[in-house]
């Protein structure tokens, strides 16, 4: 069975069009650039951690790294999905759509971080448009100072 020439977004779907749908769908949720450049820097500095874990297991979140030993959970947001300040921009089509979704991630953002703070857990979390030099050093230092206590 072949697809059909044009493709038209059923009634009510969050796809404005054939070309949206694609751009939408083709985006990562793990293993973005600037996520794999933070982690080969960390790693570079000799510390090893876990990619897309779930900190907590009753939590159905994943931090993009997680130091269990140290409870140290590392969260690499990108601009748009989690409403950067600086970076968002609303969409111009289908904005209630889009817009609520953000705002859905940027509460259930908060809501990680609160949970797991009160798990004991320290929560870093950085913009995509940061230097990932300096969240490698600023991730290094924390789990260092983290480990150094425990002993």
């Not at 953000?102 to 230097?131: C, K, M, P, Y």
């Not at 490698?136 to 789990?143: E, R």
Request: glycine share 6%; with cysteine; proline share 6%.
């Amino acid at each position: 069975m072949s697809k059909p020439a044009e493709w038209t977004p059923p009634e009510g779907s969050w796809a404005s069009s054939a070309g949206r749908r694609r751009n939408m769908q083709a985006i990562r949720s793990r293993d973005t650039k600037p996520e794999q450049l933070i982690r080969r820097l960390v790693h570079a500095q000799g510390l090893r951690y876990r990619v897309a874990a779930r900190p907590l297991a009753d939590l159905r979140r994943t931090a993009d790294l997680v130091f269990r030993p140290v409870k140290v959970a590392v969260f690499i947001d990108g601009c748009y999905w989690h409403g950067c300040p600086d970076h968002y921009v609303a969409p111009r089509t289908n904005s209630g759509y889009w817009s609520g979704k953000v705002a859905g991630n940027i509460s259930r953002d908060r809501d990680t971080n609160q949970q797991l703070s009160a798990a004991g857990w320290t929560v870093l979390r950085f913009w995509e448009h940061e230097s990932p030099d300096d969240c490698a050093l600023k991730i290094t230092t924390t789990v260092r100072r983290l480990r150094a206590k425990e002993l």
